[in-house]
């Protein structure tokens, strides 16, 4: 009777650390929260849903006289979230101006928008992204969404958009209009000196 109580008793030793493990582990690991993320060349947009946030980031039309490119994330919250980071994560050969507060407050079903500008200093392939973080006093919340970029050697972004090219050939024909104007002015005011000058050089008899 001894053994046999001994033996139980060893037995539910062993197991028990075992099946504690098992139970900690459960409680402790949360699974990898699941996305959808579509790209839509149309709209130069990257769409990523989870349980959490849907964003949108969306590429603007690069200024052809300064290379900058402006992005815009759109961030619709499925949780509310007083304390919620927004972070751009950038490859280091572009400057990048953030145009929000780091931490903002977000409410449920509500949409936010946040915007930034980069400047490429270096041609090539890059990922652009951003993330969406809501700080928890469990576990924290997020979201990201991801942008592909390639730029040429003349740091403009490929394909070309068409407003880029409407844009270029628009500050052509400021500049040309510019010259024009001037010339025009020029002419004019010469003129207007060249009838004063005669009348000065003309004797009054």
């Given at each position: 009777m001894k053994k046999i109580l001994l033996t139980l008793f060893t037995f539910t030793m062993l197991i028990s650390p075992v099946f504690s493990q098992e139970q900690l582990n459960d409680t402790s690991v949360e699974p990898v929260e699941e996305k959808t993320q579509?790209?839509?060349?149309?709209?130069?947009?990257?769409?990523?849903?989870?349980?959490?946030?849907?964003?949108?980031?969306?590429?603007?039309?690069?200024?052809?006289?300064?290379?900058?490119?402006?992005?815009?994330?759109?961030?619709?919250?499925?949780?509310?979230?007083?304390?919620?980071?927004?972070?751009?994560?950038?490859?280091?050969?572009?400057?990048?101006?953030?145009?929000?507060?780091?931490?903002?407050?977000?409410?449920?079903?509500?949409?936010?928008?946040?915007?930034a500008s980069l400047t490429p200093q270096k041609s090539g392939s890059y990922e652009v992204s951003v993330n969406v973080i809501s700080w928890q006093t469990d576990s924290n919340k997020a979201n990201s969404a991801d942008y592909k970029l390639v730029i040429d050697k003349s740091l403009t972004v490929q394909p070309v958009d068409t407003m880029y090219t409407v844009y270029i050939i628009l500050f052509i024909v400021g500049v040309i209009g510019v010259f024009v104007l001037l010339f025009f002015l020029i002419k004019k005011g010469a003129n207007v000196l060249t009838k004063k000058a005669k009348s000065w050089l003309t004797p009054p008899y």
């Open positions: 579509v790209e839509d060349e149309k709209t130069n947009s990257t769409t990523s849903i989870n349980k959490y946030f849907e964003l949108e980031l969306k590429r603007g039309t690069q200024n052809p006289l300064t290379k900058t490119i402006p992005f815009t994330v759109y961030v619709t919250p499925k949780i509310n979230s007083s304390k919620t980071q927004i972070l751009w994560n950038v490859p280091a050969v572009f400057d990048v101006e953030r145009k929000h507060s780091e931490f903002v407050s977000l409410t449920k079903g509500q949409t936010y928008s946040f915007s």
